[in-house]
T-cell receptor, first 111, second 115 residues
Framework: GDSVTQMEGPVTLSEEAFLTINCTYT??????LFWYVQYPGEGLQLLLK?????DKGSNKGFEATYRKETTSFHLEKGSVQVSDSAVYFC??????????FGTGTRLQVFP | DAGVIQSPRHEVTEMGQEVTLRCKPI?????LFWYRQTMMRGLELLIY????????DSGMPEDRFSAKMPNASFSTLKIQPSEPRDSAVYFC?????????????FGEGSRLTVL
């Protein structure tokens, strides 16, 4: 079945470091792909999305490019801040009303 | 506008007791989802509704779990009897239309601890 695989965390970085969180997917067709973020004590919220191959989603300095060849949707940010500390979830949707989430990657940014 | 509202935020109960979690979706949203989050299993979809009708409950772990949506502004998730392995954070989320935009709006969750 359709699934999402994320790198295990935690990812620990110093402020202003470059961030990459890997996400790969398995789907029978061409899904829509999403990154959600969960700040401590809160629910998830949509960070960015891409609905077709080669699309780049971006928001708040974060970017991710839909790569069909490698079935990937890696999340990147050029310079992280302490306030970016959160859990990041990759998700896909294909031919259904359900979002399938990865297991989440915890990011910890230290000053 | 108010977001998705869940109650209670925290619940501690003893094994065997009945637990009822409540959710008020965003007004005008016609989809409602119940998710469970644990360290071991991550985020699992339990059930979702469209226009108050349950569409897919294949994620409901067993008969001890039940969910209802009597009207467009209210849903419950009930566990009876509760067990320690049900301890988790339960999220309710809603959306308008299908998920073409992918934007689910989540509540802040109900943290359940079963002793």
């Amino acid at each position: 079945g359709d699934s999402v695989t994320q790198m295990e965390g935690p990812v620990t970085l110093s402020e202003e470091a470059f961030l990459t969180i890997n996400c790969t997917y398995t789907a029978t067709g061409y899904p829509s792909l999403f990154w959600y973020v969960q700040y401590p004590g809160e629910g998830l919220q949509l960070l960015l999305k891409a609905t077709k191959a080669d699309d780049k989603g971006s928001n708040k300095g974060f970017e991710a490019t839909y790569r069909k060849e490698t079935t990937s949707f890696h999340l990147e940010k050029g310079s992280v801040q302490v306030s970016d500390s959160a859990v990041y979830f990759c998700a896909l949707r294909y031919n259904t009303d359900k979002l399938i989430f990865g297991t989440g990657t915890r990011l910890q940014v230290f000053p | 506008d108010a977001g998705v509202i869940q109650s209670p935020r925290h619940e501690v109960t003893e094994m065997g007791q009945e637990v009822t979690l409540r959710c008020k979706p965003i007004s005008g949203h016609d989809y409602l989802f119940w998710y469970r989050q644990t360290m071991m299993r991550g985020l699992e979809l339990l059930i979702y509704f469209n226009n108050n009708v349950p569409i897919d409950d294949s994620g409901m772990p067993e008969d001890r779990f039940s969910a209802k949506m009597p009207n467009a502004s209210f849903s419950t998730l009930k566990i009876q009897p509760s067990e320690p392995r049900d301890s988790a954070v339960y999220f309710c989320a809603s959306s308008r239309g299908t998920l073409n935009t992918g934007e689910l709006f989540f509540g802040e969750g109900s943290r359940l601890t079963v002793l």
